[in-house]
């Protein structure tokens, strides 16, 4: 299925919830196209029989009791439901079928999750998947991975691009930035930020810099001074913006940066 057909799907989705509500949904679930990989459901009144799951095969068709092979690809679920309805009618099984499709998963679209997550790959996308809904179909981030998601892909016709603060969408209510994502997007998962720490620290190495973190909570991370250091004469380097590293004294209560580096000295008694 195209990238194009699905946007305007999930957008007819958007729109009906924003604007008309239950009705609007429901007209633009029954002018949504099958598609090579759709799974749907299909029953008929009265008849609990004649229930059937179904995956739409590459030539468009499925298996349908009674009727056999049924070929709905690119039909709206409504044109679907009226040639099944059809069939079971001329076919003398039924005299007045009503039938019934539900767009059960979209297996003709994919979206890709990539970098610091669980499990890396491509996935289907159900009926409007949302940004949170595919990194927990990739697992979730991992350990390493950062707070923040990129999502590309196209709107329109156009390159799209979106960073996206996944914790905020929870912690400041910002639910709106959790949007649907479409056919062919892909979102991303960097490394998260770290800083480093050696000389007299008792663990000395990389560390993930947590939001809001200090000199004094980085230097807690490392399991503080060695019996030989002291967190009076820390030395803090820095890059600045040409890319020249400062050497820095900070207070304990200065905020870290990506890349930081932070030095314990030795105590001078």
């Known amino acids: 299925m195209s990238c194009n057909r699905l946007t305007r799907y999930i957008s007819a989705l958007l729109i009906g919830f924003l604007f008309w509500g239950q009705a609007a949904v429901a007209q633009a679930v029954q002018d949504y196209r099958l598609g090579a990989g759709d799974n749907i459901r299909v029953q008929v009144f009265q008849n609990p029989d004649l229930t059937v799951e179904a995956r739409v095969s590459e030539n468009g068709s499925i298996t349908y009791p009674l009727i056999g092979s049924v070929e709905v690809g690119s039909l709206t679920i409504s044109a679907a439901e009226k040639k099944i309805a059809d069939a079971l009618r001329t076919g003398g099984f039924l005299q007045k079928p009503q039938v019934n499709i539900v767009l059960t998963q979209i297996r003709g679209s994919q979206v890709s999750v990539l970098g610091q997550v669980?499990?890396?790959?491509?996935?289907?996308?159900?009926?409007?998947?949302?940004?949170?809904?595919?990194?927990?179909?990739?697992?979730?981030?991992?350990?390493?991975?950062?707070?923040?998601?990129?999502?590309?892909?196209?709107?329109?016709?156009?390159?799209?691009?979106?960073?996206?603060?996944?914790?905020?969408?929870?912690?400041?209510?910002?639910?709106?930035?959790?949007?649907?994502?479409?056919?062919?997007?892909?979102?991303?998962?960097?490394?998260?930020?770290?800083?480093?720490?050696?000389?007299?620290?008792?663990?000395?190495?990389?560390?993930?810099?947590?939001?809001?973190?200090?000199?004094?909570?980085?230097?807690?991370?490392?399991?503080?001074?060695?019996t030989r250091g002291t967190e009076s004469r820390l030395r803090l380097y820095r890059k600045d913006a040409s890319g020249l590293v400062q050497q820095i004294t900070p207070a304990l209560t200065d905020p870290l940066m990506p890349n930081d580096v932070i030095f314990v000295r030795e105590s001078l008694f």
Do not use: C, W
């Open 118 to 226: 669980n499990r890396p790959g491509r996935f289907a996308l159900e009926t409007n998947t949302r940004v949170t809904d595919a990194l927990a179909m990739a697992g979730g981030a991992t350990v390493t991975g950062d707070d923040i998601v990129i999502l590309t892909g196209t709107r329109a016709g156009r390159p799209f691009r979106k960073v996206i603060d996944v914790p905020a969408l929870f912690l400041d209510g910002r639910s709106e930035e959790d949007i649907a994502v479409s056919a062919g997007d892909t979102l991303y998962v960097h490394r998260a930020p770290v800083f480093y720490i050696y000389g007299e620290a008792q663990r000395n190495g990389p560390y993930r810099i947590e939001r809001g973190m200090t000199v004094m909570q980085g230097l807690a991370t490392g399991g503080g001074p060695t």
